[in-house]
């Protein structure tokens, strides 16, 4: 039954406006339960609704009598919002490049051609937001999450002079700069060309960092026990999509050495961490592999759930 039907039009508008602008109050609200930054409240903001930016700033500066010891938070978003009307389309539009449902009839190896295309368009729009929205295109924001990431990573002694890296789903090359001089050898491999060309160039002159296109279907031209580490940062919801994301993680097993670790920084975009921890645990019991960190979120400059697996038979 149609509901709306027979109201008048200017109230049914701002019955709409109403519901969109709860909408946009939810994230918000959320965001401060969770403890986020304001960059990923902007991000969440640009994918969750289809309002302008001037409107969303509105949105931020009327809670702040609701929500006094976030007054500053939210102040900032509107700093971030207000004025920026352009940036925050082209944000946008770097999500928007990426389309995050299968396709009816799409195989695997189609499913994977089409991401490979939209992240080339993502790349071409804004190199940082595509790899992380919440840098709002901006390179220093990009670089403060990429070493939030980073301690973190080190904190668990994933990194190492002595160890030699796999990072799948590579994208710009933000890891290989930032972990290089903090491990023997990096590959990075990636299925968008265009994002593996501004990988090379901004990396250009590390001697222990390389680069290669990958199918996105295995690992299969890595040899059994060749890494002491992989780093798999919002990679894995794009193999989930394809549907080859338990082959994938059945490939980091035979490519780790005994005791070394998978990092996946969110294994699928399904916003159920239940099911994502069951996968993960099920995924490591048929790999002999232990779940160190199960679904955590120890970021604040983004919203990544973490999982840190050890292939057993090491330190």
Known sequence: MDHTKGLDPQRLAMT??????????????????????????????????????????????????SAVEQRGWLEDIAVLLSGKADAFDSLRSTAASVCHDRLRGETGEMTIRRLAGGFDEAVAISPAASVQLSSLGDEEKLSAATAEIVSWLERQHFTGADKTILDIGSGIGRFECALHARAKHIVGIDISPRMVAVARRRCAGLGNVEFRRTSGLDLGEFVDAGFDGVLAVDSFPYLVLAGVAERHFIEVARVLRP??????????????????????RHLARICAMDVLIDGEMPFRRWDGTAFLIRRTGGT
């Open 259 to 280: 005791g070394g670790m998978v990092a996946i920084l969110n294994y699928s975009y399904r916003m159920s961490p239940a099911a994502d921890s069951s996968d993960i």
């Open 16 to 65: 709409t406006a109403e519901r969109v602008r709860t909408t946009a109050r939810h994230i918000l609200e959320d965001c401060i339960a969770t403890d986020l930054s304001a960059e990923v409240a902007v991000a969440r903001l640009a994918v969750e609704t289809d309002m302008r930016a001037p409107e969303l700033a509105d949105v931020a500066l009327d809670m702040r009598a």
